[in-house]
DNA sequence: CCCTTTTCACCTAGGTGGTAAGAT
DNA sequence: ATCTTACCACCTAGGTGAAAAGGG
């Protein structure tokens, strides 16, 4: 009924612990959410948004070239964890027509967001999270609806998961970045390299 | 209940008839529209369009310095010219909180970008136009809504009507779009005309 | 001849990781 | 010592009118 559409990156980014950088104005994650969906019903209506949530309870440090937990976390701290699709609220016939993608959700450390309720989702540094996708139907006159509301569908990719960071700490995932995230390109070799010779 | 928001902009423009570029990939408005909404029921559901009717039944042309009326139009060719607001459908409430901006909006003379319905406006050049606004109330179950519907309200402002040019023909309108427009700020002569006296 | 299309330099707008300074 | 912030050069992405080329 769900499908995670850039699968086979989302993995690659996985097996190496995946890490998402999180600053004061925000962040775009990269790789970016996308669904696609199916088996609803093309005339009701619905909201599709994505929240982010504790996977467990710990820090993380990355030492020794490796992840690993250290002390227990605050608990929940307040901010916004709720990010609401921009096409919300649409159609069934409009969430199946093509890719449900979430490549403006930006990620932030900045409590003092969450007033842009809907617009960034706010994260504690060095936590692992989990991003859910919610499929909530619309009822006529409900206005603005609560959540979570009795009709929502929920999903989770545990491909998805990652630990919210301030600066990238494995060298692995920084060069995974730069080799397939378009705006990092400044930063790949390739021209480097093939004029180099000549610099000697 | 609606109120055209950059009104001064739009009054300078309409003083000396203002054109509108169309391109085969479309070429946004400048200005755009922008409206305020007001006296919507702030939890019910509304879509928001906008739609680009010809004014008169004539070719015009731009004639020692003037617009003038030159043989009939070949009544209305197809193509679309409705565009729907991508926040589309949504509450009262969201409608009213902030202005309804359709900066987005591109015009094309490309009758085969009908496929992208609600995409581009189609028009052909030299004939002049009237853009409106519609606000449709949005009943549930009703799925992809009929247009126009029996709960549409339809505004238009004459100060919004435009001649549709394939190339700007008068200069009192390029130097307005060059003026106002950030995106011509390369035409804008502010920094030659500074370092001039050095280069004669 | 008049109108349209293509290409261009020059912008706006904003998303990257690196780096060095700042904070705790 | 460790984490965070601010700034930077370098990109992507795409909106301008000018000018030249194309078309009927």
Redesign the interface.
């Known amino acids: 009924q769900v499908m995670l559409n850039n699968y086979p990156l989302w993995a690659k980014f996985h097996k190496h612990q995946t890490e998402m950088i999180i600053t004061k104005q925000g962040r775009r994650m990269f790789p970016f959410l996308s669904f696609n969906l199916s088996g609803l019903n ?4 619905y909201s599709v948004c994505v929240d982010v949530v504790l996977v467990d309870q710990h820090h993380w440090r990355y030492q020794g070239g490796k992840w690993v937990q250290c002390g227990k976390a605050e608990g929940n701290m307040p901010g916004n964890r709720l990010y609401l699709h ?2 919300s ?3 069934g ?1 409009h969430w199946m027509r093509q890719e449900v993608s979430f490549g403006k959700l930006k990620l932030t450390n900045n409590k003092g967001a969450s007033n842009n309720v809907g617009q960034m989702i706010v994260l504690q540094s060095l936590h692992k999270y989990q991003p859910r996708l919610h499929v909530t139907e619309v ?6 609806e609560t959540y979570p509301s009795p009709h929502t569908h929920t999903f989770a990719f545990p491909e998805t998961q990652f630990i919210a960071v301030t600066a990238y700490q494995n060298a692995d995932i920084t060069q995974l970045k730069i080799d397939h995230n378009p705006f990092a390109k400044g930063f790949r070799d390739n021209f480097d390299s093939m004029y180099a010779a000549s610099e000697g």
């Not at 093309?42 to 209506?45: I, L, N």
């Not at 009822?139 to 603005?144: A, D, L, M, Q, S």
């Open positions: 093309p005339v009701a209506h921009p096409d609220p649409n159609t016939a009822k006529e006159g409900e206005g603005e």
